[in-house]
């Protein structure tokens, strides 16, 4: 490709309120071009990169035994309702009527279509397993797109199915998925780690995701210093301590002025913020009231408390819809409180004696105890995990890291299949559910992610299997110095001859104007020719990842471009 012909311009700057380093390169690149809120144009050198990226994923998912097609990205919405998810899911789903006043809905993921073709395709045990894959269009009308790429509305995804027999089939894929997307994030140059994930609305028995560290990163994970644990931060757990052999002391009311808040509570009584029981008022999605009780040193975790609940969502209560349960803001406590749903962390349950708010203006009460002072509905781990407490699995501090999902993988287990009716027939004619898992790579989010990953003060610098091109030819000089060009004109043709990529600089441009734009896009191979060069009967070449030069004569270019391009994707490989 000349860049005289390339649609697309680099900009010196970007927006002003761009923030993650991504967005605003891959603006100023000329890979991306903004069209709404989280809608964005894949420029020529953005879509090449990409096409990059699905074809890595498309060789590792078919190694694996799948099998591409393509679904709609239009549904009938009777099919969500089938599955129940269209009255869950939010407005992050997009629901309208055609013109027949028919409800339809836009993809956001694709589980109740691959099961309704299951249902019609799939009959007998002999034709199980089975992996299919579709890279597709979806639509998730975020409420906070944001950072280009990274979280968008209208995005394309990778999403295959598998289907089998049982739980140890389901089991098979799942492990054949993650070994997969290892290979596919470490091809395309990603530092990452698998995490365990919450199964959100996709439902299921188990998630993992895959996690590309970064400071801009929207999740945190856990990561233990030893290397024995790792998960989302909205699933962490950690290693709590044995519960407390003292014995449940009377209660014992004493007069707080003031102390509105746990920190309060525990400067004025001179204790441990260990030794208090904090509360947290909610108001669920089904209108319930839920109380939450937790120790003071930890913070509830909402996504655990969903689980423990079975709520889709909470709101704050309100100081009116406190009162009315018999609790008081800032001094409140289970004990005596009506019509709420009342639910405490391990922590309160083993720490006995707490100190807890006496519903009553300026007073706590000492030495509170469930089970003997007020009866908990539900006892769970609701517990935030937090840097520096200790793995669950060797005691170790674990660390927290920001982190962006590029990739996640679910047991879905028969969550659709019985919802739809997928069902296969034995051996003996007996009817059984499909089992089934659902498996997710966002082609875009990781081409940004990777540029997160890999940039530096003068632009991007892609790996080299992901790169929009493999060579950035230059030619430097001044319009009447016809030389250079002559040999970067022929070093452009023998370049792709050869099957190398060049995105060939032949603007009648300034010497730093080339050098910036190239370093900018940041294909993996520089070449540039000159009158200098040529004297010696040479081309300069850099490699976009160092400092330093060579300089090789003409006649070897293509092979010394050829050897340094395999040694870039051999260090990608893990070979």
């Keep these: 490709m000349r860049m005289s012909h390339l649609f697309g311009r680099t900009l010196r700057e970007a927006p002003g309120d761009v923030e993650l380093p991504s967005h605003r390169l891959m603006l100023r690149a000329a890979l991306i071009r903004p069209l709404g809120a989280g809608i964005y144009s894949l420029l020529p050198l953005g879509w090449r990169v990409v096409r990059k990226i699905e074809q890595i994923i498309r060789e590792e998912i078919d190694a694996i035994g799948g099998q591409e097609m393509l679904m709609p990205v239009v549904h009938p919405a009777d099919i969500w309702r089938e599955s129940g998810r269209y009255q869950a899911v939010g407005p992050e789903l997009t629901r309208f009527q055609d013109r027949s006043e028919r409800d339809m809905v836009l993809a956001m993921t694709h589980e109740e279509i691959v099961t309704d073709l299951a249902r019609q395709e799939i009959n007998s045990y002999r034709q199980l397993p089975m992996l299919v894959y579709h890279i597709q269009t979806k639509w998730r009308d975020e409420p906070r797109s944001r950072g280009g790429l990274i979280r968008v509305r209208e995005f394309t995804m990778k999403d295959s199915y598998s289907l089998d027999l049982d739980d140890a089939g389901l089991d098979v894929q799942y492990r054949n998925h993650w070994q997969a997307y290892e290979r596919i994030f470490r091809r395309v140059g990603l530092d990452f780690v698998v995490v365990g994930a919450d199964t959100g609305m996709m439902g299921g028995t188990a998630s993992h995701e895959f996690m590309a560290l970064s400071p801009y990163g929207e999740d945190i994970v856990l990561i233990c210093s030893n290397g024995d644990y790792a998960d989302n931060r909205e699933v962490a757990t950690f290693a709590r301590e044995a519960p407390g052999d003292e014995a449940p002391l009377p209660l014992d009311e004493v007069e707080t002025p003031n102390a509105t808040t746990i920190q309060a509570l525990a400067d004025y009584l001179d204790i441990p913020l260990s030794r208090t029981a904090k509360a947290v008022f909610y108001k669920g999605d089904s209108g319930r009231f839920v109380f939450v009780v937790i120790r003071g040193d930890l913070e509830v975790n909402e996504t655990k408390l969903r689980k423990a609940t079975g709520e889709g969502g909470f709101t704050p209560a309100s100081v009116e819809e406190i009162r009315a349960i018999g609790a008081e803001p800032g001094y409140g406590s289970p004990i005596g409180?009506?019509?709420?749903?009342?639910?405490?962390?391990?922590s309160v349950r083993d720490s006995p004696n707490l100190v807890a708010g006496a519903n009553r203006v300026g007073w706590h009460t000492r030495n509170t105890n469930p089970g003997r002072d007020y009866a908990p509905d539900i006892v769970a781990d609701i517990a935030a995990a937090e840097a520096?407490?200790?793995?669950?699995?060797?005691?170790?501090?674990?660390t927290a890291e920001r982190a962006i999902e590029v990739g996640n993988i679910?047991?879905?287990?028969?969550?659709?299949?019985?919802?739809?009716?997928?069902?296969y027939l034995d051996a003996e004619g007996m009817s059984h559910p499909i089992f089934m898992g659902s498996y997710g790579i966002g082609s875009g989010r990781v081409s940004a992610t990777v540029v997160e990953q890999h940039h530096d003060e003068r632009g991007i610098a892609w790996p080299a299997s992901v790169a929009p091109f493999d060579v950035s030819l230059l030619w430097i000089g001044g319009s009447e110095d016809t030389a250079p060009r002559e040999a970067a004109d022929a070093l452009y043709d023998e370049l792709r001859a050869a099957g190398i990529d060049v995105l060939y600089d032949d603007r009648p441009e300034r010497a730093g104007v080339k050098f910036n734009d190239a370093d900018l896009i940041g294909n993996p191979i520089r070449l540039s020719v000159s009158a200098r060069t040529l004297e010696r009967g040479e081309a300069e070449i850099k490699l976009r990842t160092e400092s330093e030069s060579v300089f090789v004569p003409l006649a070897e270019v293509v092979p010394t471009v050829q050897g340094m391009l395999a040694q870039l994707l051999l260090a990608l490989s893990g070979d």
């Design 410 to 423: 679910f047991k879905l287990g028969t969550r659709y299949s019985k919802m739809l009716g997928a069902e």
């Design 388 to 398: 520096g407490f200790p793995c669950p699995k060797c005691g170790a501090p674990l």
């Design 337 to 346: 409180v009506r019509d709420a749903v009342i639910v405490i962390d391990e």
